[in-house]
């Protein structure tokens, strides 16, 4: 009987791991996947560590890429097309599997599968094996839909993340409630990068919910000014003044959702518009130059730029998703719509895509990039660092 109410809990997850924020229809079959999770001989789910290749601070970075919302059960091809950047350093910044605990069983048998089935993807280990790879959590990998502190089986779920994604027994984050992580890549002065993964999932408070689900502009969620409700929490928000007080030359802020987008009602910053003010303000007065941010989480993708906030514009670049875009969706139901963009630089790029990030120190320049599963450009935008300041 345990064996049989684990295989209907896959079978309901299966059915559901399209929630994302979007919603999306059900995937179709599609070469390269992953194999499916074994049970151990007691009947449970079990999964393994994802180690990737070691971490060395010390390096200078040029090349960094990074990406989102990568389905288990769908085609794993474009990892060879990140291997063959030959990055530096991989982000994987959330929805890096689909494994919403819908049972409500601790255990956590849905997220342990698709850990376990991302683990047997040959692509993704290749990946792995040519770079470091580096983690946060967005909902689906967090355990459920749009879960936020409330969630039940948080720490169930962030006991599972330590583990897959084999963190040292010294890493800080295992020392507290939470993902959140900081690096600084490179010991020569002046081209430093400082990588910054916020945990926008575990202390988040809840969203206020839209009056009109489904309308544009208020798909899901509307703005909140509740001055009680934090995306990051206190502790999180004292660690982030720390760290952005520390010298670096770039900085990658890497928020699962997106911080700059405006026009939509789903999961984003703009959903507490004065955490996103403190946010802005926390970066103008810690001096802190040189602030890029990262984004996934809405199975498509863009490029944005936003002024007026401080010393310096700036700027995010949102790649998602790995292998679940939007484009299939969009073409099945013949939508055609685009969600308004006041501070987005280009068109939305509704194809699967990852980012590249590419710094030319000596001509003091990184250049952000949006490429497909081919290796062809999206969209692009080349930044001067000294604009950064």
């Not at 928020?255 to 103008?284: C, F, K, N, T």
């Amino acid at each position: 009987m345990k064996r049989f109410a684990v295989l209907v809990s896959l079978f309901v997850s299966c059915l559901f791991v399209l929630a994302a924020c979007q919603e999306g229809p059900a995937p179709v079959p599609s070469e390269g996947r992953g194999e499916a999770a074994p049970e151990a001989p007691d009947g449970a789910i079990r999964a393994v560590p994802m180690p990737s290749a070691p971490l060395d601070e010390k390096k200078t970075l040029t090349r960094i890429v990074f990406g989102s919302c990568a389905d288990q059960q769908e085609d794993q091809s474009i990892w060879d097309r990140v291997a063959a950047e030959a990055p530096e350093l991989v982000l994987f910044i959330g929805d890096n599997v689909y494994g919403d605990v819908r049972s409500g069983d601790p255990a956590m048998p849905e997220l342990k599968a698709a850990y376990m089935r991302l683990a047997r993807s040959e692509p993704f280990s290749r990946v792995r094996a040519r770079a470091p790879v580096l983690t946060v959590w967005d909902d689906h990998d967090y355990g459920l839909n749009d879960a936020a502190a409330s969630f039940e089986l948080r720490e169930q779920g962030e006991a599972l993340f330590e583990y897959v994604w084999a963190l040292a027994e010294d890493d800080p984050r295992r020392a507290r409630p939470g993902v959140y992580g900081s690096w600084t890549f490179g010991e020569e002065e002046g081209r430093r990068v400082q990588l910054i993964m916020l945990d926008t999932r575990y202390f988040r408070s809840d969203l206020k919910e839209t009056d009109e689900r489904g309308a544009r502009g208020r798909e899901r969620y509307l703005p909140d000014a509740e001055p009680a409700k934090t995306m990051l929490g206190d502790a999180q928000w004292a660690w982030l003044e720390e760290e952005l007080r520390k010298p670096a030359d770039l900085r990658l802020v890497v928020s699962s959702v997106q911080v700059i987008a405006d026009g939509h009602g789903w999961e984003a910053w703009r959903m507490l518009p004065l955490e996103r003010a403190r946010l802005y303000s926390l970066i103008d007065h810690t001096d802190a130059n040189g602030v890029v941010f990262l984004s996934g989480d809405r199975h498509a993708g863009a490029l944005y730029r936003k002024s007026g906030v401080g010393d310096y514009p700036l700027y995010e670049a949102t790649s998602s998703s790995l292998n679940l875009p939007a484009s299939r969706w969009r073409a099945e139901s013949g939508e055609t719509y685009v969600e308004p963009g006041p501070n987005r630089l280009a068109g939305m790029v509704y194809d699967a895509n990852y980012g590249l990030i590419e710094i030319d120190w000596e001509a003091r320049a990184v250049t952000l990039s949006l490429r497909g599963a081919d290796g062809g450009v999206f969209a692009e935008e080349r930044i001067l660092l000294e604009t950064l300041r």
